[in-house]
């Protein structure tokens, strides 16, 4: 498998201020990754359940650190599902962000 793509893991994080407020703090890591398309079947299964798939990111495992937002070409996507299928590697299935989220 080639690793041909760049994606963005996005970790988010929280700090306070000198009041106590929590100020989100994003911290980002760029991987080298391979993409592949969604399942039929993952995507129908997916569907009933109200999650939209539409890309899935396969990156080496020891990369992820349970990020739930990825960035890819310029568009923020949101990891609802992770799999590991073989030594060292993570499968990321992955919806697109709506720009008001």
């Known amino acids: ?6 994606l963005v893991l996005i970790k988010q994080d929280f700090t306070f201020d000198e009041i106590g407020n929590q100020i989100p703090i994003e911290t980002r890591k760029t ?11 993952e ?3 997916a569907a009933t359940a109200g999650l939209r798939p539409s890309i899935v990111f396969v990156i080496h495992g ?5 990020e739930q937002s990825v960035e890819f ?3 923020r996507y ?11 590697e993570m499968e990321l299935t992955c ?7």
């Open 62 to 66: 020891y990369e992820y650190d349970g």
């Open 1 to 6: 498998m080639t690793y041909d793509h760049e």
């Open 78 to 88: 949101k990891v609802i599902r992770t799999y590991s299928t073989e030594f060292e």
């Open 73 to 75: 070409e310029g568009v």
């Open 43 to 45: 995507f129908y299964s």
């Open 31 to 41: 991987v080298l990754c391979n993409v592949k398309s969604v399942g039929r079947n």
């Open 95 to 101: 919806e697109r962000v709506a720009a008001d989220e």
